[in-house]
Nanobody, 113 residues
Framework: QLVESGGGLVQAGGSLTLSCAAT????????VGWYHQVPGKERELVAA???????NYADSVKGRFTISRDNAKNLVYLQMDSLKFEDTGVYYC???WGSGTFWGQGTQVTVSS
């Protein structure tokens, strides 16, 4: 099970930190990603981190967002800086390992211009 938190309303240029909390004892094996979705569009990958710590970002967030994980606490974070209006949407946490794939319920981020 994945539970996101940390969303909210922020002005453009501001920052938010999202957290994804996982249950289970194999979380460190999972590749975890953060996805962004706006109404009428598919979810898009924003950032992902593998169990080895390899990271990739969407071009739109490079230099502004930072993904990290704390396996001891079963947590993955998304630090979002220099937020833009277009970052508004629901952010979902996704974990995948082998055939196992899990989604959180999402957390709303609203950036006011």
């Amino acid at each position: 099970q994945l539970v996101e938190s940390g969303g909210g309303l922020v002005q453009a240029g501001g920052s938010l930190t999202l957290s994804c909390a996982a249950t289970g004892d194999r979380f460190s094996l999972y590749t975890v990603g953060w996805y962004h979705q706006v109404p009428g569009k598919e979810r898009e990958l924003v950032a992902a981190i593998t169990r080895a710590g390899s990271i990739n970002y969407a071009d739109s967030v490079k230099g502004r967002f930072t993904i990290s994980r704390d396996n001891a606490k079963n947590l993955v974070y998304l630090q979002m800086d220099s937020l833009k209006f277009e970052d508004t949407g629901v952010y979902y946490c996704h974990a995948q390992w082998g055939s196992g794939t899990f989604w959180g319920q999402g957390t709303q981020v609203t950036v006011s211009s």
